[in-house]
Antibody, heavy 125, light 114 residues
Framework: QIQLVQSGAEVKKPGASVKVSCKTS????????ISWVRQAPGQGLEWLGW????????YYAKKFEDRVNMTADTSTTTVYLELRSLTSDDTAIYYC??????????????????WGQGTLVTVSS | DIVMTQSPDSLAVSLGERATINCKSS????????????LAWYQQKPGQPPKLLFY???TRESGVPDRFSASGSGTDFSLSISSLQPEDVAVYYC??????????FGGGTKVEIK
């Protein structure tokens, strides 16, 4: 079955960077893009960006484009999110999420039908 | 950027009654190339990641009960639950994927039992 398993919770100091991993299995990795979405405590959903695992093309939300990097390792079917220059506003659960079944080989971001369990990133001095 | 506005922020509905959630986009998200509206709906229960319910505004994801329906076009969309069940208590989000490179979510609507 399709699985997206994320790395564990992180605690970071302001100004630091964090790297979250998303290990995928149960499907053809390069067929589907991966989005990253975050949710601050008690708040709504916020889209950070998307990576096309087929060729590494990326789309980043304007708000994050100067301090985010997404990468995909086809050898380990793992996607990574790195966020730099952290502030307390970055405290949130970060989710990776796969494009839906009917959107295989999409060249641009799509909605998501399979989600990781989430990774809590806490930024605190 | 396309702004997605949901209403109401929350609603309480009796078991077995209908719940309707609205979602409005700041510009049309209807594509002339495929005549489809690039809108998705999600359900999120406490402590869980979101679950995709609909895409292309009204295409139901496999396994979603048929008491859920979705409709709309252009800038105005809605999600309805025809007969609210206890397991439907959740926060519901709309999301546009019309703008390549910048997907946006609505603010969410919390559905509770009256």
């Amino acid at each position: 079955q399709i699985q997206l398993v994320q790395s564990g919770a992180e605690v970071k100091k302001p100004g630091a960077s964090v790297k979250v991993s998303c290990k995928t299995s149960g499907y053809s990795f390069t067929f589907y893009g991966i989005s990253w979405v975050r949710q601050a405590p008690g708040q709504g959903l916020e889209w950070l960006g998307w990576i096309r695992t087929y060729n590494g093309n990326k789309y980043y939300a304007k708000k994050f484009e100067d301090r985010v990097n997404m990468t995909a390792d086809t050898s380990t079917t793992t996607v990574y999110l790195e966020l730099r220059s952290l502030t307390s506003d970055d405290t949130a659960i970060y989710y990776c999420a796969r494009d839906p079944l009917h959107f295989s080989f999409s060249a641009s971001p799509q909605p998501s039908d399979s989600w990781g369990q989430g990774t809590l990133v806490t930024v605190s001095s | 950027d396309i702004v997605m506005t949901q209403s109401p922020d929350s609603l309480a509905v009796s078991l077995g009654e209908r719940a309707t959630i609205n979602c409005k986009s700041s510009q049309s998200i209807s594509s002339s190339s495929n005549n489809k509206n690039s809108l998705a709906w999600y359900q999120q229960k406490p402590g869980q990641p979101p679950k995709l319910l609909f895409y292309w505004a009204s295409t139901r994801e496999s396994g979603v009960p048929d008491r859920f329906s979705a409709s709309g076009s252009g800038t105005d969309f809605s999600l309805s639950i025809s007969s609210l069940q206890p397991e439907d208590v959740a926060v519901y989000y709309c999301q546009q994927y019309y703008t390549s490179g910048h997907l946006t979510f609505g603010g969410g609507t919390k559905v509770e039992i009256k």
